[in-house]
Structures are given as structure tokens and as C-alpha cells.
């Protein structure tokens, strides 16, 4: 209508709604209608009526439903093309394997990098130089620290273990090219620091990956990574082509204002790139990953998330640190535009170094589209994620300007500029929410890293056949055997051998060692037997001291043997004999200690001594029985982790053996073939069941014991080689100085292999057998 006055409509700016003060007594203001906040536009003033406005948006809605859809493609334009990329893949393989063919592969690396070049602003480069202690800790984070966590991510128990690797090379890679500066920018960042950080992070990396990925991860896979190969193709894929792209925007001016006003359109480019390579290899990789189970996917999804909340909290952490140490409030570290930039660039990942690092890798690791999988996801989860934490701060910080603003009288100036002098302020939450997060996986991975696996039980359906003799025991075990020399019908001695640490019932070192005129002779029946867990005998969960000796009494009366019977103990068996002697003393007929592995923790050892004979092991070993004696709920862990080294003894460290001892394994190799065998079941049930066994806390001290032979029925020997370095031989003389029922006997030059040695057995049988050494 002519002369009536029509509402005017105002558009105003965030920092302006903000601070508006609003106050009901102002007339004027309550003919302002004032929009949502929006991110910095230009103020836009218009007159219409009312009634226009909403029929024209209604209309409008109705002939542009299609909008708020291209909208959401927009701006969610990677995500959705690495993801097509894979769904295409994964739908009709036959396309992406012939272009893979004819290496279209290599031209998306080459493009990505060439239009980083074009997009690459030197004065923004340049004025990240007054916050450089920010950056270089970032530069530091993106490619010497957080690589470490690729150590963390190798102990993850998931199938298939490419899954595993391609994650830790993802976490050797330097930061996002493009998300983690976008979102910066958004968050009210240090954009420039967050591109000289991105900048010098992708060039510097290229120098640093090959190494990174040598020392983490090949190492721990047994794989051999050329690395000065791997350099110069990095550096052919990736710094030839964004050297290239930069030449040529500082060469053509207006080719610089072509791409500096058509951002978005190089930036989806990228991402078309950035999709073939996924694409060309999960179509190469299509059969292998139908047959991966989604629970797998599931799992490799939920690890990229743990990975990037681990890198948010340890970044979180030491720029908080720092600040702490270098001035507080007043540190460079404490700006909250820097501890932004910093927070979010370092602890982001690239996917397109990594694409190009599993292409050069040459299937090194395993199949490159199983590799780069769980990668993509992990790419997309930190952009969401961080996106979210944005989306958060923002949310906060315009609450808390709001609140102070209505708190304000209406001349008074809102006192926005104090929250600068302590930004971590704003992160409270955020730290809450990360460490909670962090605490939950942490807990979740520190409780599966240190459970065992099941063992694979001799005959069951995923377990080795049985193909031993065994005998049933009154709690349902199965204890596997074997017979040696005459028959026991015939036998004047019967003998049991007790076998050592990664051994079983084939390295039986007596009778296989003697001649058959001596067995004969001697008229000796031997029987050696796997220990519980080893072998095909069953594993016993409960095992302790005891339950070995009422084992082997049980044996012993199965096959017939109900009288007294020899012992015979090698090195982790010794612990055995001990036992027996402890508590089925009265079966024994005699019982030899050939280099018996000492618990160092023996109440009756001098502490003195035995300090000194724990030092001169190796520091492994150290750490390991350490482990075992006293916290042996960590024993797997411990032995099967690549953080640390794990005990020198498992992997028969050539340190451990006198010269003697490298003579004789040569000399017995053919026996190597048993040594599977030993672990067959599980390295837990095992070895490590060994190690808590003989090294924990024992139910008796043996310098405690009595004689078993007080009227000379009988005899007790200790065989011990001078020169062992597995079991020191102080110790020895020591029990053998505190127990003198025990007959001593040191071998000059000896190591822990001297029962192998010719000669030997023969001796150390006919002392035990006629009570006198030799």
C-alpha cells in the first residue's frame, strides 16, 4: 500500500549481531529482525514486503529442491569421491584394472602435486615467520614424533595384516595437503602457519618416509625397504611435479590469478585425482577384499579414528606443555590462533604421499589396495572429526560471547579480548572429551595387546594331528611321549628326561647320544616327555611346581614304572627335578641337574650374588625376567611387542652361546626341524608358561631342601659348563657349596650345550647311574 511504511530487514555481520547490545526499552531495535550468524559476508541492506518474502521462498523451495543437494555435493565433494572411487571399484572391477594397466596410476600423484604447486602462495609462507617456534614444533610432531605410533599400530591383532601395515605407513606420512589448512582457516587459525607447516611438512617428508617406514615398520614385518630408491621416486613423483606446478605459477601471472579464483574447481580436481588411485586398486585388489569379513572393515575404520584422537591428545598435550614452560599465558604457544594452527595440521595425515608411497613400495608390504583401504577411511574419519571439533569451538565461543554481551550495559564495550589471555580455556571440554575417548581405546587396546591367544590344541579342528604317544591323566590332559632304548621289560635302569626351554620330547640327549653298545650294556630304557603346553601335550592353565612332579609320577605309573625311576632335568628342566625332589622324593632312584636355569629371586640366594648374576645376562634378558617374576600377566606381551626387545633366549641371540655352543649347534642341526614342533600349540602355553613358571614366585626354596638320600640309596647331580652364558656359574657353585648332598661336577670350557658334546652323555649317565662322577 502507497505511504505505508514496510519493515526493513538487516543482514548484519557475526562480530555485529554478537555484540549488539539488546535491551527492551529500545524501540528501534525491536523494528530490527535480525538473521542467524554467519561466517563474514558483506553486509547486505533490502526493502520488500513481507508477503514477498515468504511466497518467494516458498516458490523458491519448491523449483529448487535440487539445491540444498548440489550444495551438500559441494562441499562434501572428496569424501564422496574417494568414496565412489572404492564403490566403483569394488562394483565393476574390469574398467580400473585396464587403466592401472596402461598406469594411469602415476598420473594422479604427478596432477595432485602439480596443482599444489599452482595453488602454493609464497607471502603466506611468509608471514608464518614470527610464530616459527609453533611451526617448527608442528614440523617436528608431523615427522619425527607421531611416526612412533606406528610402532603402537603394528600390535594390533586384526586380519588382514595389510590392514595393519597401512595404517603405520599412514601414520609415517606428513600432514593433509588442503583439509587441515581449510579448517584452520574456519576455526579462526593461524592460516599461515598452517600452510608453512603443510608446505615444508610434504616437501621435508619426502626426504624423511623412506626412513621412517625402514625403521618402524620393515623391521618389525621383516620386509627390506630400498630406501634409496624409495627417495628418488618420492622425489620424482612429488617434488618434480609440485616444483613444477610452482614455476609455472610464478612464471605466468595471469595463469596465478586463474587458479587463485578458481580454488574450489582446482581443489575438486584434486579430489578427482586423488579417487583414481583407490579406484585402480581396490579393483586390482577386488577378490582379496570380498574376502576380507566387514567386522574387519569395521575394525580397520574404528582403529583410523583411535589413531587420530591418539594424535589430537598427544598434541593437545605437548602444546599445552610447552606453553607451560616457555611463559604461560604470555607464550607464543598460548596463542590460541597458533595452538589451533598447531593442534590440527599435526595431527593430520596425507592420503596422496601415502597413495604414492604404496605405488613405489611394489607390493613390499603386501596387496596395495588392502594397504590403502582402511587409509581412506582413516582420511575421511579425521576430516569429520575434525570438522566436528571445529564445529564445537565455534558453537562455544559464540555461547560465551553471546552470554557476555547480554551481560553488558548498552555503552559498554563487551570484553571480548580477554579470552586471549587464556585459550586453552575454550579446549577444556574438547581435552575432556579426547582423553576420555583415548582412555576407553587405550584400555580396550592394553587389554587385547596382552591377552594370549588360545592355544591350538593337538587334535582339535585348528590344532596340529596327533601323532605321539600319550597317555590320559586324571584331569583330563593328554601328556605325549616317547620310548628310547631297550625295552623296559628288559631295562636294568629305567630314566626320565625332562627337556629345556624351547625343546620337546626329541631332543633327548642320552640314550640318542650313546652308542648302542653302551645302551646295551647299561641295559637302559629312557622315556622323554613334552612338558604341558609344548609339543602335542595339552596345556595345563593351573600348571605350578607341583602339578609338573605328580606329572611325571603319573607317567611313570601308566607306563608300568611303579618302583623308583633316574630323573634326568636340562636347563628350564631342571626345575622339574627340583620339584620332584621336593615332592615325590620317594620315586627317585637318583637325579642329575645338567646346567639348571637358578630363579633368581630364590629367598636363599645371597642378594649380592645374585645381583651379579643377573647382571651379566644380556639387557633383554634382564627386562624380560623381570617381566615374568613380576608382573607376569604381561609375559605375552612383553615377548611378542616391537616397542622393546624381548628376551634374547626366545630368539636364540648368538650372544648367549659360548664357542663351544655354536660348534655343537652345527653339529646337532638336523634337529633344528623339532623346534616348531616345541611351539606348535602357542608360543604362551609354552615358552612364556616357562618363563612364569621358572622365574615367578615358587611355592618352596630349594636351598631349603633335605637330603632325598640320606642312607647313600641314591645320588643327586649338578653338570655345569664354565663357560655357560645362559645359566652364570656362580650361582652354581654356590648351591652346591649350601646343599653338599650334591655331587658337583664343572666342565673346563663347557657351555650350556656341553651335554650335546662327545663323550658327555656317557659320562654324565654312568655317574648318575652308579653314583660317582666321572
Known sequence: MAGTIQPLILTLPSAVTATFPRRKTCLFCRSLRFNPPRRSIPTLIRSCAPSDEIHGSVVADGLNWTKPLMNFASNNFLPLALTSGVAFGLANPTLGCLADRYHLSKFGPFGIFVISGLTLRSDEIGAAAKAWPVGLFGLCSILLFTPYFSRLVMLIPLQPQ?????????????????????????????????????????????????????????????????????????????????????????????????????????????????????????????????????????????????????????????????????????????????ALAALLVASQKTLPVMVAVVEKLGGAFGESGLLILPCVAAHLTQIVFDSFLVNLWLRRDLSSNTAKVLSCTPFEKPPLKERRNNPFENFAGMYREISLLLLVGLVAWAYQAIQPPPPKICGSPDGPPITASRIKLRDGRHLAYKEHGVSKEMAKHKLFFVHGFSSCRHDEPFVTQLSPGVVEELRIYSVSFDKPGYGESDPHPNRTMKSLALDIEELADQLGLRSTFYLVGYSMGGHAVWSCLKYIPHRLAGATLMAPVVNYWWPGLPANLSKEAYSLMLPQDQWALRVAHHMPFLVYWWNTQKLFPASAVIYRRPENFSPQDLQILQKIAHRQHHKAMATQQGVFESLHRDMMIGFGKWEFDPLDLDNPFPNNEGSVHLWMGDEDRLVPVILQRYIAERLPWIKYNEVAGAGHLFAYADGMSEAIVRALLYGHNK
Not at 209 to 233: C, E, H, M, N, W
Not at 291 to 315: K, R
Not at 324 to 331: I, W
Request: hydrophobic share 55%; glycine share 8%.
Open 162 to 338: 595389510e590392514f595393519v601395515t597401512g595404517l603405520a605407513i599412514f601414520t609415517c606420512m606428513p600432514t593433509t595437503l588442503s583439509s587441515g589448512v581449510a579448517l584452520t582457516q574456519l576455526a579462526g587459525g593461524n592460516t599461515a602457519i598452517a600452510l608453512a607447516m603443510t608446505v615444508v611438512s610434504n616437501m621435508l617428508g619426502i626426504l624423511i618416509i623412506p626412513f621412517s617406514i625402514s625403521k618402524f615398520i620393515a623391521d618389525g614385518v621383516g620386509v627390506y625397504v630400498p630406501t634409496a630408491q624409495l627417495l628418488r621416486s618420492l622425489l620424482l613423483t612429488l617434488m618434480v611435479p609440485l616444483i613444477l606446478g610452482k614455476v609455472l605459477r610464478e612464471s605466468f601471472r595471469g595463469l596465478a590469478d586463474f587458479v587463485d579464483h578458481n580454488r574450489k574447481l582446482f581443489s575438486k580436481i584434486n579430489a578427482v585425482l586423488l579417487s583414481l588411485v583407490p579406484w585402480m586398486q581396490v579393483s586390482g585388489s577386488r577378490s582379496l577384499l570380498l574376502m576380507v569379513q566387514p567386522a574387519a572393515f569395521i575394525a580397520a575404520i574404528g582403529m583410523g579414528m583411535l589413531l587420530h584422537i591418539v594424535l589430537l591428545a598427544f598434541n593437545a598435550l605437548a602444546i599445552r606443555s610447552l606453553s607451560a614452560v616457555s611463559g604461560g599465558r604470555k607464550s607464543i604457544f598460548a596463542e590460541k590462533e597458533n
